[in-house]
């Protein structure tokens, strides 16, 4: 069992109280010290699996992206947990009326939305940027820890032979690979 499969049984195995990123840690040797950046898709969002409610007053569901003030009643009685909550001014009164219940997954500057199409482009959005600078390291969130085995594992490939790709053209070589969770130890890939 090489240590991609020790970290996704981690994963697997392991329950979070909250949800951690997964992180690849790439070290490279860019010897002719070429500086660029670029973009790269994903398989897989980072933020699938995560659960996110946009108030509304037409109620709908795509996938993990919930809309409706009914989702919201469920979330106040714990029978559905949301990532984070978004409202517009209209229904703003709702959040107001629950001030204490919230804490952390509702912050007016940050939750408060004019449009919430391009916020939901954000959220659903599997275009990495990457910056290929001095420090010869790579820090790229690739998913989160409710992903499955299949998610990961697409994730992970994409990224690495997406990049594979374009360090050969640029004479950019990958020394090591780590994977790890925001609060785990870093499993040595390569």
Do not use: R, W
């Not at 996704?8 to 660029?36: A, G, P, Q, T, V």
């Amino acid at each position: 069992m090489n240590n991609l499969d020790l970290f996704i049984k981690y994963c697997l195995e392991n329950k979070f109280n909250f949800c951690e990123s997964i992180d690849l840690s790439i070290l490279f040797n860019n010897k002719k010290k070429n500086y660029f950046s670029f973009c790269t898709n994903l398989f897989y969002s980072v933020n699938d699996k995560k659960k996110f409610l946009f108030l509304s007053d037409i109620i709908k569901k795509e996938n993990n992206i919930y809309y409706g003030n009914s989702y919201f009643y469920s979330f106040l009685k714990k029978e559905i947990v949301f990532e984070k909550i978004y409202s517009n001014l209209k229904n703003i009164s709702l959040i107001k009326k629950n001030t204490d219940f919230f804490k952390n997954k509702f912050t007016e500057k940050k939750c408060l939305l004019d449009n919430y199409d391009k916020k939901i482009k954000e959220i659903t959005n599997k275009i990495l940027k990457v910056k290929i600078d001095k420090n010869n390291f790579l820090n790229v969130k690739i998913g989160n820890v409710f992903f499955d085995k299949n998610m990961i594992t697409k994730n992970y490939f994409t990224l690495i032979n997406n990049l594979k790709k374009v360090f050969f053209c640029n004479n950019i070589y990958i020394e090591k690979i780590y994977i790890s969770t925001t609060m785990s130890k870093s499993y040595l890939i390569k």
